[in-house]
Each structure stands twice: as C-alpha cells, then as structure tokens.
C-alpha cells in the first residue's frame, strides 16, 4: 500500500464525518426554524434570507393576535355579536378555512427555504413528517373552528330569529344601535317552558307546559330568582280590559270546579289558542304569548322573552352536555303512574354528586310516581342550576356539535338575534350571581292551586327579589321542600292538591309558616343524608315492563 492512499481511518474519513455531522447540524436548525416558523409565521422566512416576505408576514401575524387580544379586552360586546351573527359567522368560517391554508404554505414555504441541499433520504422523509405535523397542528383547529363557525350559524338562524322577520305581541322592541340595551331595565325576565306531550296523552291534546318557571335576573348583578308555578294552577288571571280578559273574566276557569285539569295552567298553551285563536294579537308564538301575558300578570312582572324545551328531547341535550350532577336525597321514580296502577321501571337511589345522563336526568325532572307536583318542582329547579354548571365554556367547546344539534331540534324562543350579545353578557353575570327559588306549594304561605290569592303571590314574588338582592349566597334559611327530597310509599296518591305542607320526608307537617319567600338553591339542592337515610326505609315496589 502506497503512502499517498488514504486508508479508513485517515483524513477523506475524517472529512466525510465532519461533512456527515454539519448535515446532521444543518437539518436540525432547519426542523427547528421551520417549527419556530409554523408557532410564529415569517420567523422562519426571516431566517432563511426572506426578509422582506418573512416581516410581512410576521408583521401580519403579530397584528392579528394584538387586535384581537385588544378586541377581546375593550370590546366584548362587539365580539358576542359577531358570535351570535350568522353572517358574521359564515364569513368568519370562511376566512378561517382561507387562513389555514395560507399558513399551511407558509409552513411548506419556510421548511424549503430552510432545508439544506444534499440531505439523506431518511432526513428528506423525516423533514417531510415535520411538515405535515406542523400543518396538521396548525390547520385542525382551524378546521375545527371553522365547522363550529359554520353550526353556530345555523342554530342561531334556525332558534333566534330578527326582529324584523319574526311576529311578537309580548316581546319588547329592540332599537337599533342601542347602546346600553338594560338602560331603564333593572329585571329581564324570562318564562321557561318545559312541554310534555307525552305521558299517555292523545296528540289531539297538543303540548302542555308541565314546567313554568320564570328566571327573573337583575340586570347590573346577575343575581337570579326562579319562581315556580304549579302546572295544576286555576284561575290564571288576564290583564284588565284585554281580549283574554273579556273572553275569561274569573281567569282561566270553567266556572265550577278549580280543579278541572281542562282549565290547569299547563292546558293553556294549546287549549287557548285552539278554542280562541288571534285573541292575544298577532304573533307566531300564539301558545308562549299567551302564557307571558297570563302568568305576567299572575306575578307582577313584565315578561320579556321565553324559551320552550320539549321535555323527551331534554334527554337528548344532557346528553349532548355529556350529563349533569346532583345530589339525589330521595328514590326518584322512573316511569310509574299512581293513578292508574301502574310502578315505576325502577328507581333512581340516593347520593351525593350523582352524574345522570340524559334519560335519567329528565326523569329526576319530571318523575312523580308517589309523590306530587311541588316536590318535582323543587327537583326541576336543581337541574336548572345543574345544567347552567354543566354548560361551563369547556363543555361547550367539546361537544359544540352535539349541543348545536340538540338545540335546533328541541328548543322554541322568541329571543331576537338582536338581543343576544346583550343576553350572553348578562348570562355570564348571572353565572357568578346569587340564586334563588320561589316554589309556590299547595299549602304552604297561604297559596292554594284550586284558588289562588294573586295579591299576595305578588306580594310574595316582590319580597322574594329583595331576598335575593340582599341574601348571602350560604347559610341562608330554608323555607321549601328541597329539589330532591321525596320519599314515595307502596300506596301513594297523586292528588295535586294535597291539605297540608309537605315535610322532608313527604308527610304532613304543622310547622309554622317561614318567614322567608325564597330559598337559596344552593341549600335546596344540597346533599341530605339523613333525608336519603328515610327514603330507604320506604318500601320501593317495581316493575319490569
């Protein structure tokens, strides 16, 4: 061997590796470029020699971000609004599908200007993975929002529909423009209806509102009342001189028997409309208007809007909430009917913090079997609660889809687009304000379903939002059955009008009469185990069908 031929270990050796580890440099600052470059677009263009590409593009980027971030800080109101605008969403969903795929090039772009020349074929495979994760990162969120865009536009085309385009005979009229929309408003009052056409009903008998409960918020603090009305209520009173008044001068009532379920608060919203037909006025929420003019005048308070859920498609939207929590202080019938024989498929147990999905949690709602009306009533009011807690911002952004279906398919209201910027900044007040509840119950202050004395409901429903503008949030007294407490018997009866207040256990009680008018739901709704510990004592009975 000659001394001139470079053997293995010598210097062409030496030079390959050195030349082998500055690819191996190279390649690695250009994956970390390209990656900095997809996080930060241009800063990789920059790096690569594009300056004046690269700071356009940065310059661009870092724009976007700063507006939006001030937009978010100094103009929510605005923000909502393009939120709750289906134009503004279907643009906005199209300029998010343009921007992915304009960042997307400038990750290809920046990884070619980077990628040094000469790379191995397992570093052109590697660097080809990089940028298809880097693009993916980027774009599927993009795409994500884009399609949440795209559904949240046609929910609030198909639920809220303009002013201009829709007929309202109680709705107030929104201006314009307005600045402040709850100037001169202190309460915005909303009716919310739960419709039951089912439970061994013809389809003849249309809907009935077996849940009215208004939401009564203060404007400036968020602070929420519920006041429940139960559905077997006669005599619902019509505004003086009106249309509904003539026709019904006593109030919603056959004249006789205030007990007749044909004349029963929950048969008005089909029954009123169908016999009397355009004697609220003109509107396309005949049923719903009927029940805002008659149950406003009930409570002495003006009722703004209202929203209706079909109760069997309840379970559909608690299950696309991925199902709420409660505290269950009582076996809760599934299924049953006292009157007419028949025992409930089983029973929901008591616990603390139970997580029901949608076909159980509607019938901790509406189950009665054993029980009546006020206990399911104070049960409803704690899923209202638990509901408004499962609806938090991370729920709904993963599993946006499944609420957007659910709602389109299950809910009515006569909420104008206009009004929903205005009302999702007050729903983010009435989150972190103080709740209460009014249940009037059969017996209980004097209330009488057959025959109620509606001055003093008013008087009632008034004192009660002073309770809630003054109350402490905790420690506060109890003054009505709790949301989940009812112990049902082997022989129960489901008389709507039972003769005494009901006590925790669902006996009678001759306690005196509490001196409060509402009643903290975080108290109502809490978790009872001595309540729990009496219910299984009571005998259960079941039946499989």
Not at 82 to 104: K, M
Not at 253 to 278: C, F, H, K, T, V
Not at 337 to 344: A, F, S, V
Not at 418 to 427: G, I, K, R, S
């Amino acid at each position: 061997m000659s001394a001139s031929t470079p053997t293995p270990d010598g210097p062409a050796s030496a030079r390959g590796g050195r030349h082998a580890d500055q690819q191996q440099a190279a390649f690695s600052r250009s994956a970390g470029w390209t990656t900095l470059g997809a996080l930060l677009p241009g800063a990789g263009l920059i790096r690569a020699g594009h300056r004046v590409a690269g700071g356009i593009v940065l310059g661009i980027f870092l724009a976007a971000v700063l507006g939006l971030g001030l937009w978010a800080l100094v103009g929510r109101s605005s923000l909502l609004a393009v939120a709750v605008d289906p134009s503004s969403l279907n643009a906005l969903s199209a300029a998010l599908a343009v921007v992915a795929v304009l960042w997307v090039a400038v990750i290809v772009t920046t990884n070619l200007a980077l990628r040094p020349r000469g790379l191995a074929t397992a570093q052109r495979a590697l660097s080809g993975v990089l940028v298809a994760v880097l693009a993916f990162v980027v774009a599927a969120p993009m795409a994500v929002a884009a399609r949440y865009s795209h559904d949240q536009a046609g929910v609030v085309a198909s639920l809220f529909k303009s002013q201009g385009d829709s007929k309202s005979a109680t709705r107030p009229t929104v201006e314009p423009g307005q600045a402040d929309p709850w100037a001169g408003t202190e309460r915005l009052n909303v009716l919310l209806l739960g419709g039951d056409s089912g439970d061994g009903r013809s389809e003849s008998d249309g809907i009935r509102t077996d849940t009215v409960i208004v939401a009564s918020v203060d404007t400036s603090t968020g602070d929420t009342t519920l006041i429940s009305l139960p559905r077997n209520t006669a005599r619902m009173p019509f505004p003086d001189g009106s249309e509904l008044d003539e026709i019904y001068p006593n109030g919603f009532y056959d004249g006789y028997d205030g007990d007749n379920q044909e004349y029963a608060l929950n048969a008005m919203y089909s029954r009123i409309p169908a016999e009397n037909p355009g004697a609220v006025g003109e509107t396309d929420h005949e049923g719903a208007d009927v029940l805002k003019v008659s149950v406003s005048e009930a409570l002495g308070l003006d009722i703004d809007y209202y929203a209706l859920v079909d109760l069997d498609g309840f379970a559909e939207m608690v299950d696309a909430l991925g199902g709420i929590t409660v505290n269950i202080n009582t076996h809760v019938p599934v299924g049953g009917n006292t009157d007419r024989g028949i025992y409930p498929d089983r029973w929901l147990e008591p616990g603390e913090n139970v997580h029901l999905k949608g076909w159980d949690a509607l019938w901790f709602a509406r189950g009665r079997y054993g029980g009546d009306d006020f206990k399911r009533m104070g049960r409803q009011r704690c899923v209202v609660d638990a509901v408004i807690k499962q609806a938090n911002p991370q729920t709904i952004i993963t599993r946006y889809e499944a609420i957007a279906r659910a709602s389109k398919d299950i809910a009515q209201t006569d909420v104008p687009q206009e009004m929903l910027p205005a009302l999702l900044e007050l729903a983010l007040r009435a989150k972190d304000g103080k709740s209460r509840s009014v249940l009037f119950v059969n017996g209980e202050q004097g209330f009488i379903s057959a025959n109620p004395d509606w001055t003093a409901v008013r008087k009632r429903v008034a004192k009660a939002l002073d309770e809630t503008e003054q109350k402490p949030r905790t420690s506060e007294a109890s003054s009505e059955p709790t949301g989940a407490e009812e112990s049902p018997s082997a022989e129960p009866s489901d008389s709507p009008e039972p003769s005494a207040s009901s006590s925790a256990d669902g006996g009678s009680t001759s306690s005196p009469e509490p001196t409060e008018a509402s009643q903290s739901n975080q108290d109502a709704c809490a978790w009872d185990p001595e309540s729990a510990r009496r219910s299984y004592e009571e005998p259960h009975p079941t039946v499989v069908r």
